[in-house]
């Protein structure tokens, strides 16, 4: 059997490479197998990991030259290597991947589409996508998935779109495959989980005397190096003879270095570049760190430390830490990003002999009993000898098709719905025993295993409801041991936070896990001292140690396994310290333990002296939450939708027959500008999901109404053109969207501050009304970078722009003032009185833009424009920031983003717009519009039928 492996760089150093040559050196001792390496690229002299110099390595593209050429024989000239080195990749698209090129495409076809081989095996997702392009069908495919997928962005793209062409996809952890099983559903060729490996070979071994801190990182943000260096500027006055070893490179080096002098450590943290020799460099440490970030997802340096007997602190990441440091038996784990953590876990172990060197002989036997050479590589080569004997099988290529054509049906060709990552630390491994034994006790049916937790499958829950659901179970455990808290109020305006004294921490977390055991409901701990970060069944609070908090929540995921509600909307349990004896009296009372509230960090008591009301139960509090503070916004706040179904026959009838008056049409009133593809519904579903405090829903129509609304909702109300236009006889029927908005103000009921949404606009995550509005009544515009061209006014403008014109003469003739950038397609945060004001004092522009049928050359854009600008320059608006995306469902290439903000729901509000000049098939835009909306809002919002 020969196994060929595929590498970008494969003379780099970084983690997939060195387990890449780990692995291939491990088979190649096997008895019938025959392995070699494929780098795309030569980049250096020789290898920098000695373990590629032993193995056949082929390259294709040679960039130690100038220009770049072929490795192979050629004829080509420098000039066409120039040139070809300097066009795109056709192959990977420059978003996955932008070091490949037009060359690398070239030699890339040459390899694979000859490569003779029983196994072909891919190392990152854009080489994924060239292997499964590429390789003849009767060679296997396999992907070794070497980051957690759930954090790659746009590099882990290629991977949801192409594994259904696989034979199989290999990750390092449980974690990872199970959301790529959640991701990819049906469409999923076989997938597996394999560590990797403890290297082969004599290693020298730490005495553990050694007071040496080794860290092996590159300086790049995302290792969060200098974390490591201010966690033991905490601690280095107290352990003077440490010193702290960085070995790695990177472009951060110079500022780490001022970070180090700063600090006054030049002569204890020092600065060693990269290592080739690192197992020599283990065997001199008593202590290593790793502090990356998101995007490890099973640290070969880990393996190594603990290999060596060197104890390890670690960040516990997504992934990768905790699969292999088991806290509190050869290393420590601590909170993502809590330095302060940091330091007192350095501190431990530099001032404890003893608990370090019995961390240092667990540390070894351990790594060697969980991940050996022997086993891993049994594992693969089982694998790879399985799947080679099955290759010929028909259902292999038919099994392969069904995939592909399953994954095209879910979204079209550049989008696959998928599950959200989550940053909720995974619950610990000894619990699964425990889950499947709660699993089998539900009796609903509802409870299943979800990304490695259990949750409640339900399709009707809304995110205000989940965080009202957490805080009453958390509460009535309280209380029904009658422990004492009181309800703050915190800058989240979604999810809840209840404050208990220091003192009766013992006494609630008992009283949490007799209430809540049997229970799909888990704890994510604050600041743990003792137990490992993360989150445990709730059941086990008791006795669980010193901690400063715990975040009580029960997980629930939908049908569709696209929207989870997990810890964001986890009720909080804070252990609150009382202050010190001679403390200034300003500062006397209790500290929050993390975070603050609205009255501050401090508070002079927990003793309840008033009740907060959250739905329908009243909660124990002080007064000053009850009060109006001075941030609240305490004024009602209504939504207005303007909406038109272009499908109906009566409403396109009217159009056709209003065409022969129209008057300068401009050149954007196309079929594109009224599609209905059914947004409304799901705009309506995010207002309900992340928007709860809207008061009142206007919807505006010519007489129409969806047949899924429900017209008697009390929060609701159908507002017919006749009855909005002033003069409806010379206005109607109308076609155009400045025409409507410039009467909006007309609408009998509405509040004074307002949402206006378009149907194509989106609310992506929770938001509260001061997103929008001050406490005082301005309103909050959003200026986007896309500018304004100078006057005059086009045969070309389209509507937008036009109106956009016409705004800023406006403007300029009554303030003396140019406007030069338009604002985000967000939802415009409007005030009835501004646009009454507009109307009153601009008439003849008001009255001319409502007669207008169809987009105007003529139009004013009083809602989208004008109104910012003017309650700006009048000192009734400011400009604000809000996160944002533009999806065009037009452009192929931006269908990608579809699935990362389905993966992030990191957007406050994001648009999906359609270019009118769109080259794409209509079903095709329509099919990725509906999968995408049915998996980001797959809950039904009060407003349905």
Known sequence: MKITYLLGWGDEMGGTELATYTQAKHLAERPGVEVEVISVFRTRAEPFFPEARGLPVRYLVDRTTTPERPVRETDLDDAACRTLAALP????????EDTFDRLSDIELTAALTAVDTDVLVSTTPALLAAAVTLAPARVVTVHQEHRPTQRRGPSGEPLLLHAPRLDALVTL???????????????APELAVI??????????RSDGEGKVIVMAARLTGEKRVDHAVRAFAQVADAHPEWTLRIFGGGHRERQLRRLVDGFGLHDRVELLGPCQDMAAEWAKAGLSLMTAGHNEAFPLVLLEALAAGVPVIAYDV??????????????????PGEVGELACAMDELMGGDAARRAYARAAREGVYARFSSADVTARWEELYTRLVAGRDRPRRLAG????????????????????????????AADERAREDEIIAADTTGRVIRSVGRLAERRDDVLAPDMARWNLRLTASALEAEDVPYILVRTNDGTAHTLAVAADDKDRALKALAGALRGQPVYAELVNPRDAAPGAVLAERLDGIGELSGVKVFKPVTTTTLSLRHGAGLACT????????QGTPAAESGFRAPFGTTLAGAVLPSLTPTATLRVADRDYPTLEVFTELLVKDVDFPVDAVYTWVDDSDPEWRARRAAARGGAGRETADDGAVRYRNRDE??????????????????????????????????????????????????????????????SQLHRIEGLSEHFLYFNDDMFLGRPTNPDTFFLSNGLARFFWSSASVPALPLSPDDEGYLAAAKNNRELLRRTFGRTTTHSFFHVPYALRRSVLTEIAERFPEETAATARSRFRCADDFALVSSLHQHYAYLTGRAVPGSISYDFVDIGDRADHARLGRLLQNRDRTAFCIGESPDSGMADEEMALAIRSFLTAYFPVRSPYEA
């Open 173 to 187: 952890t449980e974690r990872t495959r199970d959301w790529i099983a959640e991701s990819l559903g049906p469409t």
């Open 318 to 335: 997504l992934t990768g830490p905790a699969e292999i440091v088991r806290h509190r038996v050869d290393g420590l784990l601590v909170p």
């Open 573 to 580: 349990v804070a252990f609150w310290p009382r202050a010190a």
């Open 89 to 96: 990749s056709e192959l990977i698209r420059p978003a996955w």
């Open 680 to 741: 409304l519904r799901f705009s309506l579903r995010s207002l309900a999901m992340y928007a709860p405090w809207i008061r009142h829903v206007y919807l505006v129509t010519a007489g129409q109404v969806p047949d899924w609304l429900d017209r008697d909702h009390p929060g609701l109300t159908v507002v017919d053109h006749r009855d909005l236009f002033a003069d409806p006889d010379a206005c109607l029927p109308t076609f155009n969207s400045h025409s409507i908005e």
């Open 195 to 204: 560590p990797n490996a403890v290297p082969d070979g004599f290693r020298p």
């Open 400 to 427: 392969r098709a069904d995939r592909v054509a399953l994954g095209v049906a879910s979204g079209g060709c550049g989008f696959r719905p998928t599950a959200p990552h989550t940053f909720d630390a995974a619950a």
